[in-house]
């Protein structure tokens, strides 16, 4: 290895070894052992064996599996919209743009149209019906979550669609195929590890939110987000919550092993 690559290589490494592979050691070694710091499976196994574990995890791969399905429902139109546009550039970045916003403020702009007295309730106010609880709802988590997480759905959807190659577009219509066909069985197709690494990007952080859950969903939304906030936070059992998150962590690599990408990257073959 040249000096100029081991230069860019050591940071990366180091980078790395920090804040990736010893945090999981530490999660796996805190998984593996009890109070006492004595080898045992005994966290695995109270967590398979407890039916409220059992349920956080089913609701956790529900939440997840909703919140990504209305993100991709919502993102690939605007995505394939976006392509048609001339300034792709210029809209892109009012789609960033959000991100940029601290997630805790957004919460918040969103207590504030969602509350009792918020910007929501008094529109259905003028329109003669009572306030409604909107707050604190399965709905609202859901919702909330969808929107802050449609901008990591549009992005590699939208960079899978641009590097698809027109001339296959123009092919497919002179063939024939109308607009829905070429859609069906040329773009979408082309666009799928798009799609893949869209899902991934929005599945994934979306097992162990915990934050929205509680400022939007309240304590009626139970997911193993809370669980391992609640573990560490407040109940201190380090190992336990060591244990979801060694959970969560094989589930990652689960969805990221069903999502990846067999073929070669880009439509223009």
């Given amino acids: 290895m040249s000096a100029k690559k081991l230069f860019y290589t050591i940071p990366y490494a180091v980078w790395l070894a920090l804040f990736v592979i010893v945090p999981l050691i530490l999660l796996v070694f805190q998984a593996l052992t009890n109070q006492s710091g004595h080898f045992t499976f005994d966290n695995f196994a109270a967590y398979l064996s407890s039916g409220t574990y059992l349920r956080m995890t089913i609701n956790s791969v529900l939440y997840a599996f909703l919140i990504t399905a209305i993100t991709l429902l919502i993102s690939y139109p605007t995505a394939y919209f976006l392509t048609q546009l001339k300034h792709h550039s210029f809209w892109i970045l009012i789609i960033i743009l959000p991100t940029w916003i601290n997630l805790l403020l957004k919460a918040y702009a969103f207590i504030g149209l969602l509350s009792k007295d918020g910007t929501v309730n008094s529109f259905i106010q003028l329109l003669g019906a009572a306030p409604q609880q909107l707050l604190f709802t399965n709905a609202s988590f859901i919702l909330v979550s969808s929107y802050i997480e449609i901008p990591f759905m549009i ?27 070429t859609l069906k069985k040329v773009i979408f197709p082309l666009s799928l590890s798009g799609v893949k690494t869209g899902i991934q ?12 859950t509680r400022l939007i969903g309240g304590n009626r939304v139970i997911t193993l987000g809370t669980a391992i906030e609640e573990h ?12 979801i998150g060694v959970v969560l962590v094989l589930a990652m690599f689960i969805t990221m092993y069903l999502t990846r990408d067999n073929k070669k990257k880009g439509g223009r073959r």
């Fill in 232 to 243: 560490f936070l407040s109940t201190q059992n380090w190992h336990m919550g060591s244990t």
């Fill in 155 to 181: 992005l590699p959807i939208y960079n899978a669609l641009t590097e698809i190659d027109p001339n296959l577009i123009q092919a497919s219509r002179d063939l024939g195929a109308n607009s829905w066909t």
């Fill in 201 to 212: 990007a929005v599945f994934i952080p979306s097992l162990s939110l915990f934050m929205i």
